[in-house]
């Protein structure tokens, strides 16, 4: 099986090979740790010794990095000291620059692509104990040539999303064996372990710990956040529009345009998802005439009546402290929609679109208590002026509630991890079977 799953991805590669150099050329994407993914070991990388033990964590881009941020952290303090050390690989570039500014430079790397000669390097350099899976990344080759190398496997904060669950369904028989090199699966709701049992894991070997992103700490007052916090009257009212996707800020702007009538110094902070979307943005605002200041070309005066571009990466989650109220995008169109947590740590009143499946449990969560406000792109511009109101912080104040309420799931994550690296396998064995 194997042996077909890497002639079938090595070709599904060459075949698309056009449009990743097309990519590369145009945006810059994918040309960062070219190397690195096809097992070029960078020199930062040290070997792990003989008297220590690695743990391999892996993160595919800045939600998973920041997801996992506290298990790590956890870990460091628990294990530095006896002799482990953390090795963390990213699969995007955002997450490989976040991850590094959290953990340091020597400790990450790009994940190599899923062909044995690209793995090797890097599992014969760490020789990990541990493997570590952020949420749903099921490479085949990669848990084969883990396991065999004597490492123990888990998957947390697993979620099997509305999308990929008919697909993975689908190839049920194959996954089986693939998710047999899983030692244990940690999942994020009842749903994701049902999903997961379903598309071939052990059932004794899934458990339901919770979201990892409900422990995430609300970030601090950032340089930004100060700067605009001056820039910005206090009785102005700011909406923040996070994570925004293609085919979403027109709808955005139309909606603001009608604030004026009610709110002319009202300030719309607009952060696209996408880096090599910045661009683009800017010079839709600038056909539209809308008054605007870039981030990255902003001196620090005085804001109001308009739009603030954040073209930058990792600052939106301080800047919605600044909120009277948030829209989270990816959800006016179907892109699945982002995560709501960051603002509702702040209690900001937040709202949606209705394509939220890739957050399904966060979001089911939130509206059981009516904590956040779902939008129909067909009535957004005319409720969009009306999101404003002092009338929606009750909102706020419930999202905030809700999200204290599900902390908790970092420490269950840790105890389960625990077991799994001191049980001796025989003793596994018989706990599997009392899972059952």
Same mark, same amino acid.
């Given at each position: 099986?194997?042996? #077909?799953?890497?002639?079938?991805?090595?070709?599904?590669?060459?075949?698309?090979?056009?449009?990743?150099?097309?990519?590369?050329?145009? /945006?810059?994407?994918?040309?960062?740790?070219?190397?690195?993914?096809?097992?070029?070991?960078?020199?930062? +990388?040290?070997?792990?010794?003989?008297?220590?033990?690695?743990?391999?964590?892996?993160?595919?881009?800045?939600?998973?990095?920041?997801?996992?941020?506290?298990?790590?952290?956890? +870990?460091?303090?628990?294990?530095?000291?006896?002799?482990?050390?953390?090795?963390?690989?990213?699969?995007?570039?955002?997450?490989?620059? @976040?991850?590094?500014?959290?953990?340091?430079?020597?400790?990450?790397?790009?994940?190599?692509?899923?062909?044995?000669?690209?793995?090797? *390097?890097?599992?014969?350099?760490?020789?990990?104990?541990?493997?570590?899976?952020?949420?749903?990344?099921?490479? %085949? &080759?990669?848990?084969?040539?883990?396991?065999?190398?004597?490492?123990?496997?888990?998957?947390?904060?697993?979620?099997?999303? !509305?999308?990929?669950? %008919?697909?993975?369904?689908?190839?049920?028989?194959?996954?089986?064996?693939?998710?047999? &090199?899983?030692?244990?699966?940690?999942?994020?709701?009842?749903?994701?372990?049902?999903?997961?049992?379903?598309?071939?894991?052990?059932?004794?070997?899934?458990?339901?710990?919770?979201?990892?992103?409900?422990?995430?700490?609300?970030? /601090?007052?950032?340089?930004?956040?100060?700067?605009?916090?001056?820039?910005?009257?206090?009785?102005? %009212?700011?909406?923040?529009?996070?994570?925004?996707?293609?085919?979403?800020?027109?709808?955005?702007?139309?909606?603001?345009?009608?604030?004026?009538?009610?709110?002319?110094?009202?300030?719309?902070? +607009?952060?696209?998802?996408?880096?090599?979307?910045?661009?683009?943005?800017?010079?839709? +605002?600038?056909? =539209?005439?809308?008054?605007?200041?870039?981030?990255?070309?902003?001196?620090?005066?005085?804001?109001?009546?308009?739009?603030?571009?954040?073209?930058?990466?990792?600052?939106?989650?301080?800047?919605?402290?600044?909120?009277?109220?948030?829209?989270?995008?990816?959800?006016?169109?179907?892109?699945?929609?982002? &995560? #709501? @947590?960051? *603002?509702?740590?702040?209690?900001?009143?937040?709202?949606?679109?209705?394509?939220?499946?890739?957050?399904? !449990?966060?979001?089911?969560?939130?509206? =059981?208590?009516?904590?956040?406000?779902?939008?129909?792109?067909?009535?957004? &511009?005319?409720?969009?002026?009306?999101?404003? !109101? %002092?009338?929606?912080?009750?909102?706020?104040?419930?999202?905030?509630?809700?999200? =204290?309420?599900?902390?908790?799931?970092?420490?269950?994550?840790?105890?389960?991890?625990?077991?799994?690296?001191?049980? *001796?396998?025989? #003793?596994?064995?018989?706990? !599997?079977?009392?899972?059952?």
């Amino acid at each position: 099986m194997y042996i #077909i799953y890497s002639a079938g991805l090595a070709f599904a590669l060459l075949v698309t090979l056009p449009y990743w150099m097309v990519q590369a050329a145009r /945006k810059g994407k994918y040309r960062a740790g070219l190397g690195e993914r096809f097992g070029s070991v960078p020199e930062r +990388l040290r070997p792990t010794r003989a008297d220590e033990n690695c743990i391999w964590i892996h993160a595919v881009s800045v939600g998973e990095v920041i997801a996992v941020s506290g298990v790590i952290t956890s +870990l460091q303090a628990r294990l530095g000291e006896k002799g482990w050390r953390i090795a963390i690989s990213t699969t995007t570039a955002t997450g490989q620059k @976040l991850a590094q500014e959290r953990f340091g430079e020597a400790n990450v790397f790009y994940f190599p692509m899923d062909f044995s000669f690209a793995l090797r *390097p890097y599992i014969r350099l760490l020789r990990p104990r541990l493997v570590i899976l952020a949420e749903t990344e099921f490479w %085949p &080759n990669f848990l084969r040539l883990a396991k065999s190398a004597g490492a123990k496997v888990a998957v947390v904060n697993a979620r099997i999303s !509305d999308r990929s669950f %008919p697909r993975y369904r689908r190839f049920r028989s194959l996954l089986r064996g693939v998710l047999r &090199n899983v030692d244990i699966f940690l999942a994020q709701s009842e749903a994701d372990r049902d999903r997961l049992v379903a598309i071939g894991a052990d059932p004794g070997r899934v458990q339901v710990s919770g979201n990892l992103k409900f422990d995430i700490s609300a970030p /601090k007052e950032s340089k930004l956040t100060g700067q605009l916090r001056a820039a910005i009257p206090p009785t102005t %009212p700011v909406m923040v529009c996070g994570s925004t996707v293609e085919g979403e800020e027109p709808m955005l702007l139309d909606g603001f345009g009608r604030m004026p009538e009610n709110n002319p110094q009202a300030v719309l902070i +607009l952060a696209p998802r996408h880096p090599e979307r910045f661009a683009g943005v800017a010079q839709m +605002l600038s056909e =539209r005439k809308v008054k605007f200041w870039r981030r990255s070309q902003w001196n620090g005066e005085s804001l109001s009546g308009g739009v603030f571009l954040l073209d930058t990466i990792g600052e939106l989650a301080s800047v919605y402290a600044l909120a009277s109220a948030v829209f989270v995008g990816g959800s006016l169109v179907p892109r699945g929609g982002h &995560n #709501i @947590l960051e *603002p509702a740590q702040f209690g900001k009143p937040i709202f949606v679109g209705p394509h939220t499946e890739n957050f399904r !449990d966060i979001i089911n969560i939130f509206k =059981r208590e009516n904590a956040v406000h779902v939008l129909d792109r067909n009535t957004l &511009n005319s409720e969009f002026a009306s999101l404003l !109101d %002092p009338k929606w912080q009750t909102i706020g104040e419930r999202a905030l509630q809700v999200f =204290r309420s599900q902390a908790g799931a970092t420490q269950r994550t840790l105890d389960a991890l625990e077991v799994l690296m001191w049980m *001796p396998s025989s #003793i596994k064995r018989q706990y !599997d079977q009392v899972q059952r």
